[in-house]
């Protein structure tokens, strides 16, 4: 079978070799780079990245946490979970999903649990914010504390912040839940170890605790 010819031309038939062609452009291409020629004989100024976006203003902002006025300024868009690890050094509420679904980073406000991450700082400027650090006397655990340690409530102890303060916050304001009441009241908080039946153990612990000083 005769072999047909290719009709094309080959690369060096056109005078100009493949390296040649690659060298070209990759000097026109540094050229254009530098010179920073537009068409129409314009010449683009590259700008600092730092000129053309600004950093958003810095407001004032003062919150009460655990008792203590704290005075800073932040960003608008700034979350109180941000504020409380990055600019207070509080890091006892955990960043998660940081979309209001797992609870980590579970805080009161007031006698309400909040998602911090789900909460602008400055939301959070009237009112009283009690955070795990809160719970504390001196070096002494608080009784929800205590009764996660005592019921082992806890695996791996990611999510324990969280939930300490959603039984916190359940206690407050009913001081002798039921069990389905307690099932209620975490709910909103996730345990992807699954330590579910000691965390329920731990909150039924926790308001004898309350309601007895610590007596059984």
């Given at each position: 079978?005769?072999?047909?010819?290719?009709k094309c031309k080959k690369p060096a038939e056109t005078g100009v070799s493949r390296r040649q062609f690659l060298?070209?452009?990759?000097?026109?291409?540094l050229g254009v780079a530098a010179a920073g020629t537009l068409v129409g004989g314009e010449t683009a100024i590259a700008e600092p990245v730092a000129d053309i976006i600004q950093p958003t203003e810095l407001v004032p902002v003062t919150l009460h946490i655990n008792e203590r006025e704290h005075k800073l300024l932040v960003e608008p868009r700034w979350s109180l979970l941000y504020v409380l690890r990055e600019k207070l050094g509080m890091t006892a509420a955990k960043?998660?999903?940081?979309?209001?679904?797992?609870?980590?980073?579970?805080?009161?406000?007031?006698?309400q649990t909040r998602y911090s991450c789900m909460t602008l700082a400055l939301e959070a400027t009237h009112t009283e914010i009690t955070t795990l650090e809160g719970l504390l006397d001196g070096e002494e655990l608080g009784a929800v504390q205590e009764a996660f340690v005592?019921?082992?409530?806890?695996?791996?102890?990611?999510?324990?912040?969280?939930?300490?303060?959603a039984v916190e916050g359940l206690l407050r304001a009913n001081p002798e839940p039921s069990i389905d009441e307690i099932r209620l009241g975490v709910s909103g908080n996730l345990c992807r170890c699954g330590a579910y039946p000691n965390i329920f153990k731990a909150a039924e612990r926790a308001g004898e605790i309350k309601r007895t000083g610590g007596e059984s």
């Open positions: 079978m005769k072999k047909k010819e290719c060298s070209a452009a990759g000097a026109g291409t960043p998660g999903c940081e979309r209001g679904e797992c609870g980590s980073c579970t805080v009161l406000m007031g006698s005592e019921c082992d409530g806890y695996q791996c102890g990611y999510c324990t912040p969280g939930q300490v303060m």
